[in-house]
């Protein structure tokens, strides 16, 4: 561990003196193995990425509270694009996490089947509109959870809304491995995957519990993606180290969005497995503003060596390796 870290220290020390990126001072340390191509200048990946806290209501009959969270997210959107960011990424239920209580036909004391005549959709779909043109105003892509209607007599899904710096809507996740309470009675799952780009950086999305499912995130690096964003209102366990987990053992970032009510804040996980930037733990509502470089220490290795090698490891480089030997086959052989 001492070796590894004078290592990175002079690695630093170089980029200091000569005004280097990381990776670009690295190159002069490890020579590129053969068959491997180190990352040039021209070709890093960076942009600008805020992940929100705010509150969640859950009473989607209450139009006010609706419009409420509307000007809260807003609010955000407005401080992210303020602070330079080209993308933000709020929390399930940033507009409404509808309560299975309050939605139950047999509530408010038992879950039953949601009655979603309940739900005030005008309000809710003139707030997700007015966010996404103020997302076109700011130049700012926005990555807004909501509840997804479907045609009669279907359940909605729960869903993360992808929309543009054109104020457009390009593309939707749809919640899929949902909770008991959420595929009994409330929601109509999703069935794939969804990845999208902003400035050559490629995002992929997850939603609700999905953070205790590693073959959710193990997809998204097939899919090649750079980060993934991952929103909930709330989920057993630590998510945030189950967060720090997924972005090390895939070597890319993860952003986690949290209510204010969660018992940990939002933020940004390098593809290392460090924090980079956390919101304040103090329940308010707030942002934290990360550049997802792979040019930066905090991904330099991951990107450039760990994530390769394991791809390679996958692909059965191993096979030409193994040994037909009697002593390799005798589990109990003595020493």
Known sequence: ????????????????????????????????????????????????????????????????????????????????????????????????????????????????????DRCQWRVLQSELAAIATLAGMLRLWTVIPSVHRLSEPNRPHNSLYVISDRGEVVTRYDERLLSRTKVSYMYSPGVSPVTFEVDGVRFGCLLGMEIHYPELFAEYERLDVDCVLFSTSGTPGNTAAQAQGHATVNSYWVSLSVPTRHPTPSGIVAPNGDWLARCPGDGSPSLAVVDLDDSSEAAADAVTYGRPWRREARAGIYTEHQVNDPRSEDRTAAF
């Open 1 to 116: 561990m001492t070796a590894r870290r004078n290592f990175k220290r002079q690695v630093r020390a170089r980029a200091a003196k000569t005004g280097e990126s990381y990776t670009s001072a690295l190159r002069h340390f490890l020579p590129t193995p053969p068959g491997d191509v180190m990352p040039e200048a021209g070709n890093i990946k960076s942009v600008r990425l805020a992940v929100a806290q705010s509150p969640v209501r859950e009473d989607p009959r209450d139009g006010e509270a609706l419009r409420e969270s509307g000007r809260e997210v807003r609010a955000l959107m407005r401080e992210a694009r303020a602070r330079g960011a080209r993308i933000v990424h709020f929390p399930e239920g940033a507009i409404c996490f509808p309560s299975k209580l309050v939605m139950s036909v047999d509530g408010p004391d038992a879950v039953g089947p949601a009655d979603w």
